[in-house]
């Protein structure tokens, strides 16, 4: 029912930041609750945060809060992830995902590939 597509990955020094995207096809984009993921080579997915399809609630793994923000954008059918003060274990590719609220997260992007270097 939804279509995600991650951007704004890039390569950056450690310090700096980046702002990721992900656009959702269609209407339906703004009743899913929203997560970001993460996954580097050869480390199962990653969890890092969440947010409620109102923005009423979010969510931080211990390793990113305080230097990443979730966020959204329901008229513009678009997810953010602002990375700051990256690190070079931060290194991996970012992935959105869509939950309809039950914990389950049914529709996944592609990824967008995050590389910091020191």
């Known amino acids: 029912q939804v279509q995600l597509v991650e951007s704004g990955g890039g390569t950056v020094q450690a310090g700096n930041s980046l702002r990721l995207s992900c656009t959702g096809s269609?209407?339906?984009?703004?009743?899913?609750?929203m997560g970001w993921f993460r996954q580097a080579p050869g480390r199962e997915r990653e969890f890092i945060a969440r947010i409620k399809w109102d923005s009423t609630n979010t969510y931080y793994v211990d390793s990113v809060r305080g230097r990443f923000a979730i966020s959204r954008d329901n008229t513009k059918n678009t997810l953010y992830l602002q990375l700051n003060s990256l690190k070079p274990e931060d290194t991996a590719v970012y992935l959105c995902?869509?939950?309809?609220?039950?914990?389950?997260?049914?529709?996944w992007g592609q990824g967008t590939q995050v590389t910091v270097f020191s």
């Open positions: 269609g209407r339906a984009f703004s009743t899913y609750d």
């Open positions: 995902a869509a939950s309809p609220g039950n914990g389950v997260y049914d529709y």
